[in-house]
């Protein structure tokens, strides 16, 4: 299985800033990687697929960007409501695997 | 707009076997490329993909899991079922239900609002 490292796991930082999470995936796998927000007691709610792709109804202050084996997560200015933990997906092959996650808080 | 909701037991014995729902609306799991999975998150830890099931009755599971885990459709009814046996305390989790759509078959855009279920003699 393809596993995916992402860093940190944690981050601390305050409103405004712009923040970068970084996915590393144990092989290559082109850009077929997916990123996912997830609030509290909530669902994953879907971002960004084929890397650097958004999903529609994202703001646009989230992008990523990527290939291969290492991949970026950035949101260029941060809201109150980007305040969850980030997820990254690999959809090149089965079996789907997730990263372990990254947490992002409140400097 | 595409809705998923998730139903079952919130506690099960260790030994028995989980049996969920995913009772879904605004797709057909008969369209050509959709799928539906599962994907469960213990407390506190990552998302961890469970089984796929597609519209031609495909069906993928976690290497690790697949000897446990049984998926299928029932398209009239707008439902896929997952059964897990052998439940271990391990296994208490959130589970959730997700569609996939044709042209990003491994990616879940649309997901239920997740059930947790609780493994404890």
Same mark, same amino acid.
């Given at each position: 299985?393809?596993?995916?490292?992402?860093? =940190? !796991?944690? $981050?601390?930082?305050?409103?405004?800033?712009?923040?970068?999470?970084?996915?590393?995936?144990?092989?290559?796998?082109? *850009?077929?990687?997916?990123?996912? #927000?997830?609030? /509290?007691?909530?669902?994953?709610?879907?971002?960004? %697929?084929?890397?650097?792709?958004?999903?529609?109804?994202?703001?646009?202050?989230?992008?990523?960007?990527?290939?291969?084996?290492?991949?970026?997560?950035?949101? !260029?200015?941060?809201?109150?409501?980007?305040?969850?933990?980030?997820?990254? $997906?690999?959809?090149?092959?089965?079996?789907?695997?997730?990263?372990?996650?990254?947490?992002?808080?409140?400097? | 707009?595409?809705?998923?909701?998730?139903?079952g037991p919130t506690l099960v014995k260790?030994?028995q076997?989980l049996?969920?729902?995913?009772?879904? !609306?605004?797709?057909?799991?008969?369209?050509?490329?959709?799928?539906?999975?599962?994907?469960? #998150? /213990? =407390?506190?830890?990552? $998302?961890?993909?469970?089984?796929?099931?597609?519209? *031609?009755?495909?069906?993928? %599971?976690?290497?690790?899991?697949?000897?446990?885990?049984?998926?299928?459709?029932?398209? !009239?009814? *707008?439902?896929?079922?997952?059964?897990?046996?052998?439940m271990?305390?391990?296994?208490t989790?959130?589970?959730?239900?997700?569609?996939? *759509?044709?042209?990003?078959?491994?990616?879940?855009?649309?997901?239920? #609002?997740?059930?947790l279920v609780t493994v404890s003699s």
């Amino acid at each position: 299985a393809i596993q995916m490292t992402q860093s =940190p !796991s944690s $981050l601390s930082a305050s409103v405004g800033d712009r923040v970068t999470i970084t996915c590393r995936a144990s092989q290559g796998i082109r *850009n077929d990687l997916g990123w996912y #927000q997830q609030k /509290p007691g909530k669902a994953p709610k879907f971002l960004i %697929y084929a890397a650097s792709s958004l999903q529609s109804g994202v703001p646009s202050r989230f992008s990523g960007s990527g290939s291969g084996t290492d991949f970026t997560l950035t949101i !260029s200015s941060l809201q109150p409501e980007d305040f969850a933990t980030y997820y990254c $997906l690999q959809d090149y092959n089965y079996p789907i695997t997730f990263g372990q996650g990254t947490r992002l808080e409140i400097k | 707009q595409i809705t998923l909701k998730e139903s079952g037991p919130t506690l099960v014995k260790p030994t028995q076997t989980l049996t969920l729902t995913c009772t879904f !609306s605004g797709f057909s799991l008969s369209t050509g490329g959709v799928g539906v999975g599962w994907i469960r #998150q /213990p =407390p506190g830890k990552a $998302l961890e993909w469970l089984a796929l099931i597609y519209w *031609n009755d495909d069906k993928r %599971y976690s290497p690790s899991l697949k000897s446990r885990l049984t998926i299928t459709k029932d398209t !009239s009814k *707008n439902q896929v079922v997952l059964t897990m046996t052998n439940m271990d305390p391990v296994d208490t989790a959130t589970y959730y239900c997700a569609h996939s *759509n044709e042209q990003l078959p491994k990616v879940f855009d649309y997901w239920g #609002q997740g059930t947790l279920v609780t493994v404890s003699s």
